[in-house]
Nanobody
Framework: EVRLVESGGGLVQAGGSLRLSCRAS????????VSWFRQAPGKEREPLSC????????YYADSVKGRFTISAENVANTLYLQMNSLKPEDTAVYYC?????????????WGQGAQVTVYS
C-alpha cells in the first residue's frame, strides 16, 4: 500500500524556517512525480512544488519560489521541503503527494498532512 507520512511541522515566527519530511513506503519516490501542496482553512488546495520523475527537474509555485526548496533522498525514500523566510500567509496544512507527472493538483496519493503555523 502506498503510504506517505509527513513530519516536521510546527509553530514558527515569521522569518523563520522549517524543514518538512515525508517518509514514503509502498513505492519508490523516483517512480513518480512527487509534490508538496498546502491547504489553509477556507481556501482551495495550493500546489507548491514538484520533482519530475522523468528528468528530476524541480518546479515551484510563484508564491514560494526562492524561499522553499524541494528535495528527495532516494536511499531513505524520503521527500523534504525546506521552508525559509516564512510568512504568516504560509500558515496551512502541508501535504506531500504523488502525481503521474508534474502538472500540479492532479494527485494520486497524499499523506495526513503537517500543520505549519507562522506568527508575527
Amino acid at each position: 500500500e502506498v503510504r506517505l507520512v509527513e513530519s516536521g511541522g510546527g509553530l514558527v515566527q515569521a522569518g523563520g524556517s522549517l524543514r518538512l519530511s515525508c517518509r514514503a513506503s509502498g513505492f519508490s519516490l523516483n517512480d513518480y512525480a512527487v509534490s508538496w501542496f498546502r491547504q489553509a482553512p477556507g481556501k482551495e488546495r495550493e500546489p507548491l512544488s514538484c520533482i519530475s520523475a522523468i528528468d528530476g527537474d524541480r518546479y515551484y509555485a510563484d508564491s514560494v519560489k526562492g524561499r522553499f526548496t524541494i528535495s528527495a533522498e532516494n536511499v531513505a525514500n524520503t521527500l523534504y521541503l525546506q521552508m525559509n523566510s516564512l510568512k504568516p500567509e504560509d500558515t496551512a496544512v502541508y501535504y506531500c503527494a504523488t502525481e503521474s507527472y508534474c502538472i500540479f493538483s492532479q494527485y494520486d496519493h497524499w499523506g495526513q498532512g503537517a500543520q505549519v503555523t507562522v506568527y508575527s
